[in-house]
């Protein structure tokens, strides 16, 4: 079972840190997407990093501001988000699968954890 967590209210230019934990299975061996789904909108792709850490993706909207890494000790893995917008307010989403390196399609995952509400407002 995967939960993201993490989330909540931020003003626009802050930072929060989201966590993707596991119980059940070992993260390492997962490639770890994150996604976001904001109200009336198709979910998106916006992060993913590798089972071995050494490859990370991002999506244009958040390139430069968003960073993946990995706990491989605690079985964790995150998203540090930096330079918040309004724009960025969603349900955030870390998704797992070990078929694919590193990919921001929402096809691509075949386990999902429950989001983590993040809202970015003054």
């Known amino acids: 079972q995967l939960q993201a967590s993490g989330g909540g209210l931020v003003q626009p230019g802050g930072s929060l840190r989201l966590s993707c934990a596991a119980s059940?299975?070992?993260?390492?061996?997962?490639?770890i997407g994150w996604f976001r789904q904001a109200p009336g909108k198709e979910r998106e792709g916006i992060s993913c990093i590798s089972s071995t850490g050494d490859i990370t993706i991002y999506a244009d909207s958040v390139k430069g501001r968003f960073t993946g890494s990995r706990d491989y000790a605690k079985n964790t893995v995150s998203l540090q988000m930096n330079s918040l917008k309004p724009e960025d307010t969603a349900v955030y989403y870390c998704a797992a699968d070990t078929t694919v390196v590193c990919s921001l399609r929402v096809s691509r995952y075949t386990y999902w954890g429950q989001g983590t509400l993040v809202t970015v407002s003054s």
């Open positions: 059940g299975f070992t993260l390492g061996h997962y490639t």
